[in-house]
C-alpha cells in the first residue's frame, strides 16, 4: 500500500506519532506500505523565515532555485522524522539512487517537474528487509537536477509502478458534497462524478489535485484510490483499513 501522508495532516507532533505508529501496524501485518511525504505548511513557513517569496499557480508551488534549497532541507529533515516515529523505516526523497526521475512541468513554474519513472525495485527491495521507505516529493530530471513534484502526483505514480492501492491521508475526512457539512462525505466517487463536481463547484481547490491524483493512480495500474483524513490515529486507522473516506472507483469498477 502507498501512504500519502499530507503536511497539512501531520503538524501537530502527537497526531504525527500516533498516525505513524497505525503505519507500523500496517507493516506489521504485512501490508508493506510505502509513505510520500508532503510539507506544504513546514516548507511555506522555512520559506518565509528565509525571505523568499512563493507563490502558487494552478495549484503548484513556483519553485526557484533558492527555494529548491529550502525545499530539498524541510523535506529531508521531515521525512527522518516521520521514519523516526514509524519505527523500522528509512527517510528518503527522490534523489536517493534516483528513485523518482521527472521532467519540468512548466516554465512559469521554474523548479517544478512531472514524475516520468520510478525505480520500484529499490522500493520493493526496502519492503522485503522490512524497511518502510518515507519519499519526499523531489525528482532527479535527465541532467540530474532536482526538481520540486507535487506529493500527491508521486503518490499515484508510486502506486501505479508498484501496482499497489493509495490512500491519501489529508485534513478532511474525504471528498464532501458540502465542505461546510462533514456529513456529507460521499463515500465513493466515479470519473465522471468527479468532473460534475469540479464543473459546479462542490470540489475545488486543494481537493482537485488530489481526486486528479486520485484517478492517475488507477490509470497508472493501481488497484484502488482512497482520500481519507490523517488528523487522527482513529481516523487513520479507518482509511488505511478502507472503513472511511472517499473511494475513487476506476474504469472497471464504477
Do not use: W
Amino acid at each position: 500500500m502507498v501512504v500519502k501522508y499530507g503536511g497539512n495532516a501531520m503538524t501537530d507532533d502527537a497526531t504525527r506519532r500516533a498516525v505513524a505508529a497505525e503505519i507500523r501496524a500496517l507493516r506489521d501485518e504485512g501490508a508493506a506500505p510505502v509513505v510520500v511525504l508532503g510539507g506544504g505548511p513546514f516548507i511555506t513557513a522555512a520559506l518565509d523565515a528565509a525571505g523568499l517569496p512563493h507563490r502558487f499557480v494552478r495549484g503548484l508551488r513556483v519553485t526557484s532555485a533558492d527555494s529548491l534549497e529550502v525545499i530539498e532541507r524541510v523535506l529531508t529533515l521531515l521525512g527522518k522524522r516521520l521514519a523516526q516515529d514509524i519505527g523500522p523505516a528509512v527517510g528518503l526523497t527522490g534523489r536517493d539512487a534516483e528513485l523518482l526521475r521527472a521532467v519540468p512541468l512548466s516554465s512559469d513554474l521554474d523548479r517544478v517537474g512531472r514524475v516520468t519513472g520510478v525505480d520500484a525495485a529499490v522500493l520493493r527491495g526496502l519492503a522485503s528487509i522490512s524497511l518502510v521507505p518515507v519519499l519526499g516529493c523531489l525528482a532527479v530530471d535527465g541532467d540530474g537536477g532536482l526538481l520540486n513534484v507535487n506529493a500527491d502526483d508521486v503518490a499515484a505514480a508510486v502506486a501505479g509502478a508498484l501496482g499497489a492501492g493509495v490512500v491519501f491521508l489529508t485534513n478532511v475526512p474525504g471528498v464532501l458534497d458540502d465542505p461546510q457539512r462533514p456529513e456529507s462525505l460521499v463515500p465513493e466517487l466515479t470519473r465522471s462524478d468527479v468532473e460534475v463536481r469540479i464543473a459546479d463547484g462542490r470540489i475545488a481547490g486543494g481537493m482537485i489535485p488530489k481526486v486528479e491524483a486520485a484517478l492517475a493512480a488507477l490509470r497508472q495500474g493501481a488497484p484502488f484510490a482512497v482520500i481519507a483524513d490523517g488528523r487522527d490515529a482513529a481516523s487513520a486507522r479507518a482509511g488505511l483499513r478502507g472503513a472511511a473516506g472517499t473511494r475513487v472507483l476506476g474504469p472497471g469498477n464504477g
